[in-house]
């Protein structure tokens, strides 16, 4: 790192970061939401965010909360280089000014090793607080276990903390299945459930986890700089339409993409202009499981356009590109 981009971060003293990370529609964007909104008022906190995919959503969907965002985006944080996220965390600290706080999350698909790494490797202007991993206690072991996804395993062996999500969709007794198996693969970590959405963000800050001379984990240093590490073998395919789209159609083109693909379909996500709604429609789904909700108001001069990205294996993307276009009113 420069000399100058040294200045340029350098608070008064370290500056905290938190590493949000998790698998594909673990809820990492909620909790980032809710982080944010905790400390408001109190703190000046920006945002890093890193998706799979050409086309950036999450930096939309946390634009309203945060008080900025940078993205990087059509990559795995993981596979850049420690001088493009450095770089990224500097860009933040500019366009924000003087920052309190800053939350990295990583993209469902990364491996968060090298993104610590990075990270502290500039200890005297950031201060690593947490490595927060989201898990969905009603997919997790199934990601975990049937697909052995590499990158969810890292996400909860190197965590510090661990938030379930959705717990009261997967029950009790699923919620403490998924609670066994992540202390089984880290018994240090510290175990948080969130109870329909909610939790108190003060379990997750400012507990500065990363102590001198703390093992972030047993990956190979040579092989991640190397960018050797192995991903899901996954299929991505992002799409921007021009125009509203007539809801019916989409509900029919989404519902046959479910049904025909779970349980290979890892993650869906969409801002939507619908015809005839003045406020953009959010969708969030992971195999089977879909919602969706009321976001903002759109702009009077904002462009109408819809955002869709789509995570999974033997997609077929060329045909649900196709069917997806022909969903826009006419």
């Not at 965010?49 to 634009?63: K, Q, R, T």
């Not at 860009?91 to 698909?109: M, N, Q």
């Not at 001198?212 to 590490?229: M, P, S």
């Not at 007539?246 to 890892?266: K, Q, V």
């Amino acid at each position: 790192m420069s000399a100058a981009t040294e200045e340029t971060l350098a608070p008064e003293g370290p500056i905290p970061i938190t590493v949000v990370t998790g698998f594909l529609g673990a809820g990492k964007t909620s909790l980032v939401n809710r982080l944010v909104a905790a400390r408001a008022g109190a703190e000046r906190i920006g945002v890093v965010v890193n998706e799979a995919g050409e086309i950036g959503l999450d930096g939309s969907l946390l634009g309203d909360t945060s008080d900025d965002v940078v993205e990087i985006a059509d990559g795995c944080v993981c596979c850049t280089s420690q001088g493009e996220l450095l770089d990224a965390v500097t860009r933040l600290h500019r366009a924000a000014g003087k920052l309190d706080r800053i939350i990295v999350e990583t993209s469902g698909l990364a491996d968060p090793g090298p993104v610590v790494d990075a990270l502290a490797s500039v200890t005297h202007v950031l201060r690593l607080d947490t490595l927060v991993a989201v898990i969905d206690a009603v997919h997790a072991l199934d990601q975990l276990d049937r697909l052995q996804s590499p990158e969810a395993l890292q996400q909860v062996q190197l965590a510090t903390h661990v938030v379930v999500s959705k717990s009261d969709i997967a029950g009790d007794d699923a919620v403490e299945g998924v609670r066994a198996r992540v202390l089984a693969l880290n018994p240090g970590a510290h175990v948080v459930v969130a109870t329909r959405g909610e939790l108190d963000p003060e379990l997750l800050l400012d507990h500065f986890a990363f102590g001198a001379g703390a093992d972030t984990g047993d990956h190979d240093h040579e092989r991640d700089h190397d960018h050797g590490h192995k991903h899901l073998d996954v299929e991505i395919f992002s799409l921007e339409l021009e125009g509203e789209l007539d809801a019916g159609r989409f509900e029919g083109w989404l519902g046959s993409l479910i049904w025909l693909n779970a349980p290979d379909l890892y993650r869906v996500k969409a801002i939507l202009a619908l015809t005839g709604q003045p406020q953009r429609q959010v969708v969030h789904g992971v195999q089977t499981y879909v919602e969706s909700s009321v976001g903002r108001d759109w702009e009077p001069d904002e462009p109408r356009r819809s955002r869709i990205v789509v995570i999974g294996k033997n997609l077929e993307s060329e045909r649900w590109r196709d069917e997806l276009e022909r969903c826009v009113a006419g």
